[in-house]
C-alpha cells in the first residue's frame, strides 16, 4: 500500500506556543484522519558527544561530492555513477 502524505497549512491569527498548537491541531488529526496517540513519559540514558583532545577529526564533504535533498520523505536510493544524498534537510 503506497504511502500518502498530506501537508497542513495553518496560521493563526495571533502567535502560539508548540503545546498550544498540539491542543488545537489534536483534534484535526483525530477527527481528518482518525489518528490516534498518547503520551508517556519514560526515563531513557543519555549519552553527551564531546571533543577529545586534539579536536574534531572530521573532514568537509567535497564539493560536488553528495546531493542535499529537500525533506519531502526519506532520502532517495542511491543511483550508480550519481553521487549520493548528503542526508541532510535544506
Known amino acids: 500500500m503506497p504511502a500518502t502524505?498530506?501537508?497542513?497549512?495553518?496560521k493563526s491569527p495571533t502567535p502560539v506556543s508548540p503545546n498550544q498548537l498540539i491542543r488545537v491541531l489534536q483534534p484535526l488529526l483525530e477527527d481528518r484522519f482518525q489518528l490516534k496517540w498518547h503520551r508517556e513519559k519514560k526515563e531513557q540514558p543519555v549519552y553527551y558527544?564531546?571533543?577529545?583532545?586534539?579536536?574534531?577529526?572530521?573532514?568537509?564533504?567535497a564539493p560536488g561530492a553528495c546531493v542535499p535533498f529537500v525533506h519531502n520523505g526519506?532520502?532517495?536510493?542511491?543511483?550508480?555513477?550519481?553521487?549520493?544524498s548528503c542526508d541532510y534537510i535544506l
Open 5 to 10: 502524505h498530506y501537508d497542513i497549512v495553518a
Open 49 to 61: 558527544l564531546t571533543l577529545g583532545e586534539g579536536g574534531a577529526k572530521l573532514r568537509e564533504t
Open 74 to 84: 526519506p532520502p532517495p536510493s542511491p543511483i550508480p555513477g550519481r553521487p549520493t
